[in-house]
Nanobody, 126 residues
Framework: QVQVQESGPGLVKASQTLSLTCTVS??????????WSWIRQPPGKGLEWMGV???????AYSPSLKSRTSISRDTSKNQFSLQLSSVTPEDTAVYYC??????????????????WGQGTQVTVSS
């Protein structure tokens, strides 16, 4: 059973870069049939898919966030990370990392994902 856990600051100032890390256990981020995604949920709104990193390190991003988002990985630590630049208070949300089996992992449908972290609240202060 794969487990994922988010970590990172809970408070970020506007215009700065939000950085979160997802630590994976019970499976390897280099396994070909897994995809590793970041998803967020702003207060009072639905899930928003942000991006994915695949087993080979390739990435895909939501068109609406692509210019500000970067997902990377550290295979030695079995972790993948999210960076969101130039944040505003509208980026305040609960941020989740999640894993899906190929070909899934590029949507906001909760049922597409097999394992979720508990989520981490990130608040952007103005």
């Amino acid at each position: 059973q794969v487990q994922v856990q988010e970590s990172g600051p809970g408070l970020v100032k506007a215009s700065q870069t939000l950085s979160l890390t997802c630590t994976v256990s019970g499976g390897s981020i280099t396994t070909s049939y897994y995809r590793w995604s970041w998803i967020r949920q702003p207060p009072g709104k639905g899930l928003e898919w942000m991006g994915v990193i695949r087993y080979d390190g390739s990435t895909a991003y939501s068109p609406s966030l692509k210019s500000r988002t970067s997902i990377s990985r550290d295979t030695s630590k079995n972790q993948f990370s999210l960076q969101l630049s130039s944040v505003t208070p509208e980026d305040t949300a609960v941020y989740y990392c999640a894993t899906a089996l190929r070909p899934f992992g590029t949507s906001r449908r909760e049922s597409d994902y097999n394992d979720w972290g508990q989520g981490t609240q990130v608040t952007v202060s103005s």
